[in-house]
């Protein structure tokens, strides 16, 4: 299979950054003050998920650029979102679930998917590699736990060599301090995700979490300097059978003191653009040291025309961005299916007020348009 998906991007040019915001982002990642560079105008057409893949033994295998989700939400999981564009890899996800044998049944049908690949645009340090692994069981139809690990390594002043690769896998200790620079591990971080549909209330609510752990191999180790994106779904609203809502938060701002300065979730004292991808995050949407909140509201006119509605609050801490931010957005979107042409449009106004970079509120308008076409009768 081939599979093939872009999209034209147009957005105007801008002036540099002043001398005091690169003084103070150069601060904030502990990075060398960049030169005044304007940032150019874009038009262009760029390729997004586009790869070819193939089935082998129960597994399917791809390679190229393909988008990830790891996690139960609609905003942004934690470990890997679609926020960024898509990285460079080899996937391999198992098509049919299997059991563990023995005791271990219990844990249900389980379902494996890994990556390895490269990060682009990083520059501190550049071309570094991750890859991650997430599993998931169904221990009952209304309950789902899911276990997630990335690593981050190699890149320039971090050979890339047998140990180094090989160490990134099993080494769970997490101080990367005592492995020398060609046997490094690399940043690793850990993750754990559920979905409970609530009893009584089965096809009226269900809850669900992911979490991340900058420091352990796991959140479930230390709960407290985890980081979370909790949230629940209703499928229907009580007399309106074709409305559904949805509400989610999320915090990566955590109560401990490790976490100032926008120095722990998605920071590493080597890897400054940890988790990056072309300069955007390819976790959570709220970023470093930040909280916020979403909900959605989709009426269904059929299972694929509906309409949405959503908003979205942000906050960045003040201890790290001078000043911090806060952002309110809403947004609306429309899908509509003419026989195999999908049509998709969206607009969203946004509100942001950063005393870095502008005195005062600023406000700025986004659209997107979408075509896509699925030819069923090519397949017969």
Known sequence: MIYVRGEYQHAPSAPAYSQTIRNAIAVMDINPVQPAIPIPAANQFRLLDTYVAASVGGWDLAFGKQSLWWGPGEGGPLLFS????????????RIEPSTLPWVFHWLGPMKWDLFVGKLSGNEFPPRPLLHGETISFKPSPNLELGFSRTAEFGGVGRPLTPAAFWNSYTAFNLSSAQYASNDNPGKRTGGAHFSYRIPHLRNWLTVY?????????????NPPRAAYDPGFYMPRLPGLP???????????????HESVGGHFVYYDGHYHDLYTNKNNIIGSWIGREGQGIQAWSTYWFSSRNSLQLGFRHAEVSKDFLPGGETANDGSARINWWVHDVSLSGSVQYERWLAPILATGPQTNWTASFQIGFWPRSWSK
């Open 82 to 93: 679609d926020n960024a564009e898509p990285i460079y890899a080899f996937r391999a996800s």
């Open 242 to 256: 074709k409305l559904d809502f949805r509400f989610e938060a999320v915090y990566t701002d955590l109560p401990i």
């Open 209 to 221: 979490s992911g979490s991340l752990a900058d420091d352990d191999a796991s959140p479930l180790q």
